[in-house]
Every structure is written in C-alpha cells, then in structure tokens.
C-alpha cells in the first residue's frame, strides 16, 4: 500500500518561495503518477501540477505556470514542488497524490494528510 506524507509548508510573505516535499513509502512511487492538489478556505480541492508515470510528461494549471516546478526523484521515492513568486490566492491545504494511470484525474488513488501553505505579509 502506497503512504504519502508532506512536508515543507509554512508561512512565507508575498513573493517568497517554499519547496514541498512528498516522502513514499510502502510501493515504488515509479509506478504511479504524482500530482500536486491544493484547497483553499471556502474552495473546492483543485490540482496544480501533475508529473506523469508515461514519457516525463508534466501539466500545469494556467494560474501557478511559470511559478511552480513539479519534480520527482523516483530514487528516492520522493515527489517535490517547487513553488516561487507566492501569492495570497496560493495559500492553502497542498497535497500529495499518486494514481495508477498515466494523468493525474481529480480523484487520485492515495493521497497524503496534507500541508498549510499560508502566504501572508
């Protein structure tokens, strides 16, 4: 059984950078796709960033592109995001997740617990 758990979140100011990090466990994460989900207070869960199992493939959503860097170190079992220029509208709940397919669908297979971003001045 695949275990996620995040790491790295925080309180940055406007403009700063926080890196995330996705520690596996129990199955090879290379296996699976990774995607990076986030809920903000009063929103609905939305996903980020996804680095495909398939071809190196890797998606962005059009509001964190060019900020954002999804990565995966399947060495080492460990999925990052590097997140850079932060905004107010990125604070939120980040999580990390894994699904069997070649995409990241919006209801992944496992799932981490989680870690608040808060980006405040």
């Known amino acids: 059984q695949l275990q996620l758990v995040e790491s790295g979140g925080g309180l940055v100011q406007p403009g700063g950078s926080l890196r995330l990090s996705c520690t596996a466990t129990g199955v090879s994460l290379a296996r699976y796709s990774v995607g990076w989900f986030r809920q903000a207070p009063g929103k609905e869960r939305e996903g980020t960033s996804c680095?495909?199992?398939?071809?190196?493939?890797?998606y962005y959503i059009d509001s964190v592109k060019g900020r954002f860097t999804i990565s995966r170190d399947d060495a080492k079992n460990m999925a990052y995001l590097q997140m850079d220029n932060l905004e107010s509208d990125d604070t939120a709940v980040y999580y990390c997740a894994a699904d069997r397919s070649n995409v990241c669908p919006r209801l992944m297979d496992f799932w981490g617990k989680g870690t608040l971003v808060n980006v405040s001045s």
């Open positions: 680095a495909s199992n398939q071809d190196n493939a890797i």
